[in-house]
T-cell receptor, first 115, second 111 residues
Framework: EAGVAQSPRYKIIEKRQSVAFWCNPISGHATLYWYQQILGQGPKLLIQFQNNGVVDDSQLPKDRFSAERLKGVDSTLKIQPAKLEDSAVYLC?????????????FGPGTRLTVL | KNEVEQSPQNLTAQEGEFITINCSYSVGISALHWLQQHPGGGIVSLFMLSSGKKKHGRLIATINIQEKHSSLHITASHPRDSAVYICAVSRLKGNTDKLIFGTGTRLQVFP
């Protein structure tokens, strides 16, 4: 099966600019996650979708970050405006239907550098 | 205190050595994951286990639920094993899976 796809793989922007990341989960995976991983730290969950509904966005900085999954398939994460501390790897993951016990599948990540 | 602790934070080894990475957690879990992250950033799931032991090639993962501890072993290590190894635990929240990550162990294997 095809894995979780993310684009772009790398992005360099200046502070106060906007940026958007795209994720296409594994076909049939209802749950989609966006994580932020700052260098030297473990991933931090930003937002979790179940189909096109938000399950958990408690750690999403909503003043500048937004995410959507309009048709319950692919998703976009946007930062507007970006700050220096947003430099990180943004990981997308998806998981099979509840109860399958097969964990989360991660994409290759997007490395964002804010100058 | 982090809910998931890993040790060591950094590890260097010579090719061929046996490697052990440890993970302790302080919360109730439904499963524990070992993940591998290469410098490019992408994460690969190595193991998901809720009891006992699993083996895949040169990798072995064990978990002791009573002691809330897991280990990842690499036998006959190779330079291509160089990566960050992350321990994460699953907590069921509602009907979905919430992962709590450790900070990772950076492994470098030299030829």
């Amino acid at each position: 099966e095809a894995g979780v796809a993310q684009s772009p793989r790398y992005k360099i922007i200046e502070k106060r600019q906007s940026v958007a990341f795209w994720c296409n989960p594994i076909s049939g995976h209802a749950t989609l996650y966006w994580y932020q991983q700052i260098l030297g730290q473990g991933p931090k969950l930003l937002i979790q979708f179940q189909n096109n509904g938000v399950v958990d966005d408690s750690q999403l900085p909503k003043d500048r970050f937004s995410a959507e999954r309009l048709k319950g398939v692919d998703s976009t994460l946007k930062i507007q405006p970006a700050k220096l501390e947003d430099s990180a790897v943004y990981l997308c993951a998806s998981s099979p239907p509840e109860g399958s016990g097969r964990g989360q599948y991660f994409g290759p990540g997007t490395r964002l550098t804010v100058l | 205190k982090n809910e998931v602790e890993q040790s060591p934070q950094n590890l260097t080894a010579q090719e061929g050595e046996f490697i052990t990475i440890n993970c302790s957690y302080s919360v109730g879990i439904s499963a524990l994951h070992w993940l591998q992250q290469h410098p490019g950033g992408g994460i690969v799931s190595l193991f998901m286990l809720s009891s006992g032991k699993k083996k895949h090639g040169r990798l072995i993962a064990t978990i002791n639920i009573q002691e809330k501890h897991s280990s990842l072993h690499i036998t006959a290590s190779h330079p291509r094993d160089s990566a960050v190894y992350i321990c994460a635990v699953s907590r069921l929240k509602g009907n979905t899976d919430k992962l709590i990550f450790g900070t990772g162990t950076r492994l470098q294997v030299f030829p």
